[in-house]
């Protein structure tokens, strides 16, 4: 029998270029304001943490395709999951996709946790967009 793990996708569009999605995606400082402090680097094998005031996320870049696709580990409280960005440009700026996959039948608060999550990290990304040119 195989275990069904669940995975979820946010799609939003943004009306600003993926080149500025991508610098929000990838500076520490940027990341900072929407999402949590980190060490994070743009580079493939990096080791990082996000750290909030619960705890930390433990994360390794896995794969990265500047200004189109960002993919690192999320390990946190017992998760072991992957959390990936696709950047697709558009008529009007970009589409960002976020898909947080490997959460198992028996974590379903850290599931509906991260659906609510992102939602609002992404409304967070929208007002640090915003705010920066």
Not at 34 to 60: N, Y
Not at 66 to 87: C, F, M
Request: net charge neutral; charged share 25%; proline share 5%.
């Amino acid at each position: 029998m195989t275990e069904e793990i669940r995975t979820v996708v946010i799609e939003r569009d943004f009306a600003h270029r993926p080149e500025k999605l991508w610098r929000a995606l990838t500076q520490p400082h940027l990341i900072a304001e929407w999402l949590m402090k980190s060490d994070f680097a743009p580079q493939l094998g990096h080791t990082f943490q996000f750290r909030g005031e619960w705890g930390s996320v433990d994360c390794i870049v896995k794969e990265i395709e500047p200004q189109r696709r960002l993919a690192y580990s999320w390990n946190a409280l017992g998760l072991e999951s992957t959390v990936t960005w696709t950047l697709t440009p558009t008529g009007s700026g970009t589409q960002l996709r976020m898909e947080q996959t490997g959460f198992k039948p028996d974590q379903s608060q850290a599931y509906h946790g991260a659906r609510t999550g992102w939602k609002r990290f992404l409304d967070n990304l929208e007002t640090v967009l915003a705010r920066h040119d």
